[in-house]
């Protein structure tokens, strides 16, 4: 388990948890990103505040990648290596098949797995179990067979 990184993964999730509860806070909705994103495209109400929310989430990582220095974290993450494709097809087809389980299933991870689970509702339990099931059933596939991973 080279990716085994209990310390980071708990701090990440204590991030992300106050990350939401401040974003519900401060705007009333919750942070379900395939929503946000629809919102962000499709409606004129709440339109920028959709938009800063999405900057955020490309500028946070650009940030910490150009620093190499984790910010809110006083301890040295270790650094694993890990390959991402480049190739363009399969990032797009990947892209579109999350596009269309995010309208499939109601929301995304990030509505379902953070803010339902939060919530106890079982629609989003059963989502998220169905995510993170079908996921695992994917790599194991993948890798498995070597295409990919």
Do not use: W
């Not at 388990?1 to 701090?11: E, G, V, W, Y």
């Amino acid at each position: 388990m080279n990716n085994f990184t209990p310390i980071s993964a708990l701090a990440g999730g204590i991030m992300i948890g106050l990350s939401v509860v401040l974003y519900f806070y401060t705007t009333g909705r919750l942070a379900g990103v395939s929503g946000i994103v629809e919102n962000a495209i499709t409606k004129k109400a709440n339109r920028l505040s959709n938009i800063f929310f999405l900057l955020g989430l490309v500028l946070g990582p650009l940030l910490y990648g150009i620093t190499k220095e984790p910010i809110a974290i006083a301890f040295t993450l270790p650094d694993h290596s890990f390959a991402i494709t480049d190739s363009y097809p399969l990032i797009i087809i990947g892209g579109l098949l999350v596009g269309l389980g995010t309208r499939l299933g109601g929301g995304c991870t990030s509505g379902h797995g953070i803010c339902g689970i939060g919530r106890l509702s079982s629609s989003s339990i059963i989502a998220t179990v169905v995510f993170v099931g079908v996921g695992m059933l994917t790599v194991t596939i993948l890798q498995q067979s070597g295409i990919y991973l």
